[in-house]
């Protein structure tokens, strides 16, 4: 009994850190519902035009349409169901693990704005040596200092 209780302890404390994995995965599985009903009730339509009718064209116009409906029933499906498993690989056991994520993120946003400090950096020091190429180009502070004197 507290083995139990544990593991539903366990499972409500998961579903809190995958709250939207878990949203995706139950939507994915309406979806196949749905996708189910809705393919099979076009499937039975058309193999029922195609029982009744005797004529060649429009057995043959139905056939094709019964074939492009079987396909897109079997791309939709197996794309749903992909969507599930790689929702199920993508849920978390730990905190620490998207906690992690996050912190590698924060690392790497703040390596490429020291990156392009850097860069802004090596820009202002080329300016500078451009000013020692030509010594008749003053800095504003300069100017301000031979006015004074």
Do not use: C
């Given at each position: 009994?507290?083995?139990?209780?544990?593991?539903?302890?366990?499972?409500?404390?998961?579903?809190?850190?995958?709250?939207?994995?878990?949203?995706?995965?139950?939507?994915?599985?309406?979806?196949?519902?749905?996708g189910?009903?809705?393919?099979?009730?076009?499937?039975?339509?058309?193999?029922?035009?195609?029982?009744?009718?005797?004529?060649?064209?429009l057995?043959?116009?139905?056939?094709?349409?019964?074939?492009y409906?079987?396909i897109?029933?079997?791309?939709?499906?197996?794309?749903?169901?992909?969507?599930i498993?790689y929702?199920?690989?993508?849920?978390s056991?730990?905190?620490?693990?998207?906690?992690?994520?996050?912190?590698?993120?924060?690392?790497?946003?703040?390596?490429?704005?020291?990156?392009?400090?850097?860069?802004?950096?090596?820009?202002y020091?080329?300016?500078?040596?451009?000013?020692?190429?030509?010594?008749?180009?003053?800095t504003?502070?300069?100017?301000?200092?031979?006015?004074?004197?």
């Open positions: 009994m507290f083995a139990k209780l544990l593991v539903r302890i366990w499972g409500l404390f998961l579903l809190k850190i995958n709250q939207v994995v878990v949203k995706k995965i139950l939507l994915g599985i309406v979806l196949i519902i749905i189910m009903y809705f393919f099979q009730d076009w499937e039975d339509y058309f193999s029922q035009i195609i029982a009744v009718s005797e004529d060649p064209e057995i043959s116009l139905n056939l094709d349409k019964l074939f409906i079987k897109s029933k079997y791309i939709f499906l197996s794309a749903l169901i992909l969507w498993f929702n199920l690989f993508s849920l056991f730990s905190k620490q693990s998207k906690e992690n994520k996050k912190l590698e993120k924060d690392k790497i946003k703040k390596q490429e704005i020291a990156e392009e400090s850097i860069n802004n950096n090596e820009d020091f080329d300016s500078l040596e451009d000013i020692d190429l030509h010594p008749d180009l003053k504003k502070a300069e100017k301000i200092l031979e006015e004074d004197k």
